[in-house]
C-alpha cells in the first residue's frame, strides 16, 4: 500500500480525504491519514446512514466502496452526505471556505444524529471529499462519518462496533463523557483524563463543549486565557454556581481544544472539564450549586 506525504488523504472506490484524527489540547494537530490510491475514480455519490469496515488508519487497503449494515461488525459510519457547489476545477484545500462550509455542516449533521453534540461522547467526526481525478471525473460530495474511539485523549484508537451511532447521546450512554480522573505530570498539569464510573472516587468531570470564535490557535501561554474564560462559563453553568471572581476557588478546569489541524478545517469546539485538583468526590457534581461546590479557602 502507498503512504501519503498530503494531508488528510485517504481512499475509497475513489481516494478520499479524510478531515479528522486530530487529538485534543494541541497534542497531536497532524491530520496526515495513510491512504492508497485504489481502483479507477468515477463520478459516483455514497450513501447516507450506511457503515464501512475500515477507517483508512489500517494498513490494509480497502478493495472496492463496500457500506456495510450498521448492524453488522464496522468502524465508521456515514450519518450525511453532502455537496459542494460547482466552479472548482479540484478539490477544496484545507483550511479553504468550502471544506470550513462542509465541515461545519457536517458538525451540526453529526450533533443532530447523536442526539447532542458528538464532542460530549468518545466520537470522532470525519469529513472526506474526492480526490482529485475523482473531482475531474465529476464527483462534488462531501461525506459526514463518525467513529466510536476509546477515549477523547491523546492516542485514541477507533473501536470496531455493532450498531448505529444514531441517537447514541440522547439518552444515558456508555459513548457519553463523564466522571473522570486525572493523570499529571510535571508541575501537576493534566497529561491525560480516564473515564471513571460516577460512585468511585474522582477528581474531574465533563462540564461541556464551549464553542469558541474564529481566532487563531493558541501557541502562547497568554493566547488561552479566553479557552479557560469560556470554559469557566461552562463549568458554572453546570455546576450551578455564579460565573464570578470566585469560581476560580471552586474549582479548576482542563481545557481540551481540538489539534491545530482540526482548527484550520473549522472545528471550533473546545470540550471543558471540571477539575477540583485538591480533592476526589463520589457522585456528579452536576447541578450540585455553592454548597457542593465551596469556595476554598486554602
Known sequence: MQRATRTLIAAF??????????????????????????????PFTPAAGVCHEADFADAVPVAAYAPVDCTLPHRVETVHVGAFSAGRSEPPPIASTELRTAFADCDQRATGYVGDNWRAGRLRLAVAVPSGPGWVAGSRWYRCDLMEV???????????????????????SPLRLGCQQTRTGRGGVVQNLVTVDCATPHDAEFAGVWQSPDRPYPRRSVDWAPFYAGCRTI??????VPDDTDLAYRSDVVVRPPGAGRWRVGDRGVRCYLWLGDRKVTGSLKGVGPTGLPVRTK
Open 13 to 42: 472506490a475513489v481516494a478520499t480525504l479524510l478531515v479528522g484524527c486530530g487529538a485534543p489540547h494541541g497534542l497531536d494537530g497532524d491530520l496526515t491519514d495513510d491512504w492508497a490510491a485504489l481502483g479507477p475514480p468515477g
Open 150 to 172: 476509546t477515549t477523547a485523549e491523546a492516542g485514541a484508537r477507533v473501536v470496531t462496533r455493532t450498531g448505529s451511532l444514531r441517537d447514541g447521546l440522547r439518552t444515558a
Open 235 to 240: 463549568l458554572a453553568r453546570y455546576a450551578g
